[in-house]
């Protein structure tokens, strides 16, 4: 069975930190598309960053380069996302979900909102 389980959500100051975990088990992430995903309040779940497993290619969301970085740790078969400058419009629910279908791009992953297993959420909130 497989099992995603984020953590590392809270409240942060806007230009604060953050950084989320995604620990798998019942799947190994090493060579498999891995994203972050977020929804806020009244909106559609959008890719935040995806990653191949195969090449290592990675798509961000324009509103979040430069600031959000996704990383693996093979070792502990969990994804990171970190988050740095953060903003009030970061404010979401943030998802981690695994992609199996090796045919498919970190970018389509992302903007498809393509994940065949999803983790339960952790909370975000930028709020002063």
């Known amino acids: 069975q497989v099992q995603l389980v984020e953590s590392g959500g809270g409240l942060v100051q806007p230009g604060g930190s953050l950084r989320l975990s995604c620990v798998a088990s019942g799947i190994i992430l090493e060579h498999i598309n891995i994203g972050w995903f977020r929804q806020a309040p009244g909106e559609e779940r959008e890719g935040v960053s995806c990653t191949e497993g195969s090449d290592g290619n990675t798509y961000y969301t324009d509103s979040v380069k430069g600031r959000f970085t996704i990383s693996r740790d093979n070792a502990n078969n969990t994804v990171y996302l970190q988050m740095n400058s953060l903003k009030v419009e970061d404010t979401a629910v943030y998802y981690c979900?695994?992609?199996?279908?090796?045919?498919?791009?970190?970018?389509?992953?992302?903007?498809?909102?393509?994940?065949?297993?999803w983790g339960q959420g952790t909370q975000v909130t930028v709020s002063s």
């Open positions: 979900a695994v992609d199996v279908n090796p045919l498919r791009g970190s970018q389509a992953m992302c903007l498809l909102t393509a994940g065949d297993y």
